[in-house]
């Protein structure tokens, strides 16, 4: 079945990029994915990197690009976080121009963490790692607890050391989204609490 492996684009041979998704449980397979850098069942991921050579609006331009030619897709993008100027931007773009997923990563390894963890939640229900409880503390340095707080750090008004409180309060992103404003206002304060809020409802 196609939904046991991940197509990578030939682009990536070589790379960094390839050496993480090699040592992911998924078979790779080089394709030409024209403007899509990774493909998994019906979900084409557009990978933003933290480079001098395409400026922001160009990076925008590919992703719009790569959405409106991929109608069978479901496109995603995965976008380096490094440089906040960039995230911020495609961030904002990809959620109300184009309404498609981000996903804020730091690194190749990150990249391919979050494709195994999403392919695994897409083919694999009960091995989903979006719903499996995360033990997150301060020095926790694995791949699924750094994932997961780069994904709250990213949320407006949200610093580390609510980012730090709420990964330990909401094991998942599941049950985070469902949390009340009230029950999240007792941990992390009014502020914060109405902007996870918002940011969930909004999404």
């Given amino acids: 079945m196609t939904s046991n492996f991940l197509f990578v684009n ?5 790379s960094d990029v390839f050496e993480a998704l090699s040592k992911i449980q998924f078979k790779c397979i080089f394709d030409d994915l024209n403007l899509v850098d990774f493909k998994a069942g019906c979900t ?4 933003i ?8 609006a160009e990076n925008r331009k590919l992703l719009a690009k790569s959405n409106n030619n991929n109608p069978s ?5 995965i976008v380096d976080c490094s440089n906040k100027e960039l995230f911020n931007s495609i961030q904002e773009f990809s959620v109300i121009e184009l309404k498609i997923q981000v996903i804020p990563i730091e690194s190749a390894n990150d990249l391919a963490q979050y494709i195994e963890r999403y392919m695994m939640s897409e083919f694999q229900i009960d091995k989903n790692p979006f719903i499996k409880d995360l033990t997150v503390n301060t020095n926790d340095q694995s791949i ?7 994904c709250l750090k990213n949320i407006p008004k949200i610093g580390d050391k609510n980012a730090q409180t709420i990964a330990k309060a909401y094991k998942n992103l599941k ?5 009340s404003v009230e029950d999240m206002t007792s941990k992390i304060g009014a502020t ?3 902007a996870i809020y918002e940011y969930f409802q909004s999404s």
């Fill in 10 to 14: 030939t682009k990536w041979k070589k």
């Fill in 44 to 47: 084409g991921f557009v990978y």
């Fill in 49 to 56: 990197q933290n480079c001098k050579d395409n400026s922001i």
């Fill in 73 to 77: 897709l479901k496109i995603q993008a």
């Fill in 144 to 150: 699924s607890s750094q994932l997961y707080l780069n």
């Fill in 175 to 179: 049950v985070l989204s469902k949390a």
């Fill in 192 to 194: 914060s609490a109405k």
